[in-house]
């Protein structure tokens, strides 16, 4: 089952902050997230584990709520580069996949 | 390192013929995953493999098949193509061995299939 994002859509001006969310009905191991600019291929940002441990760009901030089974990615002074389709990855600790949600689209304007 | 690649970028085809799609992943990464990508449904797993096993495969159906080599390339095809196979397909490797679970996946460029 995919997990929900929210926002679908996004839309900044530079400097100002965002938070995009994704939650699932799952038990979640872990959460993944990813950003796809248009015509490129989906490129890492994140994964947070259970248990607290992260991995992933300095730059990124994001949290994991393991008892809501919700996460979180917070983007502060948007640039225009963060502009983009932002997807979360849910993991469970039974398998290897990753199920994606459907994408939140990010639009930083100047 | 060279990044993952795959073979063809672009493939059209028509309903009913059957296509192999190619990933190379990053050397020294046994983990390969594939997703297909449409923009009403987003990126939805396909398989994952690792060490020529097939760990996990998504909800589609046996038309969609896939296998990995002993030098970790993978293939993945679909026969009796039909118009709702229209998509990119990505394919993603990772360098550990939990696959999409607590690994990073680096995607290759994918493949846009046609489907007539």
């Known amino acids: 089952q995919q997990p929900v994002q929210s926002p679908q859509a996004v839309i900044l001006r530079e400097g100002e902050d965002a938070v995009i969310n994704c939650s699932s009905s799952?038990?979640?191991?872990?959460v993944h997230w990813y950003r796809q600019k248009h015509g490129e291929a989906p490129v890492f940002l994140m994964i947070?584990?259970?248990?607290?441990e992260q991995k992933g760009h300095e730059k990124i901030s994001a949290s994991f709520n393991e008892k809501k089974q919700q996460s979180s990615l917070y983007l502060t002074a948007s640039q225009l580069s963060y502009s983009g389709t932002y997807f979360c990855?849910?993991?469970?600790?039974?398998?290897?996949?990753?199920?994606f949600g459907k994408g939140t689209l990010l639009t930083v304007n100047p | 390192k060279a990044g993952v690649t795959q073979t063809p970028r672009y493939l059209i085809k028509t309903r009913g013929q059957q296509v192999t799609l190619s990933c190379s992943p990053i050397s020294g990464h046994r983990s390969v995953s594939w997703y297909q990508q449409t923009p009403g449904q987003g990126l939805q797993f396909l398989f994952e493999?690792?060490?020529?096993?097939?760990?996990n495969k998504g909800n589609f159906p046996g038309r969609f098949s896939g296998r990995q080599f002993s030098n970790s390339r993978s293939e993945m095809n679909v026969s009796t193509l039909e118009l709702g196979d229209s998509a990119l397909y990505l394919c993603?490797?990772?360098?550990?061995?939990?696959?999409?679970?607590?690994?990073?996946?680096?995607f290759g460029p994918g493949t846009r299939l046609t489907v007539l």
């Open positions: 993603a490797s990772s360098a550990g061995t939990s696959g999409g679970r607590t690994d990073t996946q680096y």
């Open positions: 947070l584990l259970k248990g607290g």
């Open positions: 799952k038990a979640l191991y872990s």
């Open positions: 493999y690792f060490s020529e096993t097939q760990r």
């Open positions: 990855g849910t993991a469970e600790g039974s398998n290897y996949k990753l199920t």
